[in-house]
């Protein structure tokens, strides 16, 4: 299984990223990930339905116990925003490949497998 951070939800929707590239994959996201892409102030309705329905399609991890204490650890290692540090602790807790057009942003966490699909 793997997990989209926010960016890559915008990137399949907007067409950046052929949604071809999960067509065979079991995708999920962590709760923050919903909140940051559907949460922006100017989405637009088109916007909205695509990743409602990219969102739809996908396994929702919740943020439990554990992962906030994974996060807490994070972020007690190093600056990161709060989205950031629950992402990777999602993805850590539920051992699966982060998909993120932002890499630099996680390649400092040991044991956290990466995946930019714009350089697929």
């Not at 990219?54 to 396994?59: A, H, R």
């Amino acid at each position: 299984m793997i997990i989209l951070d926010s960016n890559v939800f915008i990137y399949l929707a907007n067409g950046s990223i052929d949604r071809q590239v999960i067509a065979d994959v079991d995708i999920a996201y962590a709760s923050v990930t919903k909140i940051e892409t559907l949460g922006y102030w100017n989405i637009r309705a088109n916007e909205l339905l695509l990743l409602g329905a990219l969102f739809g399609e996908s396994e929702a991890l919740p943020l439990t116990d554990s992962v906030v204490n994974q996060a807490i650890k994070l972020r007690q290692t190093r600056s990161m925003s709060l989205g950031d540090a629950i992402i990777a602790a999602t993805a850590l807790e539920n051992d699966c490949v982060l998909w993120t057009a932002n890499v630099e942003d996680f390649e400092h966490i040991d044991g956290l497998h990466l995946h930019n699909p714009l350089k697929a």
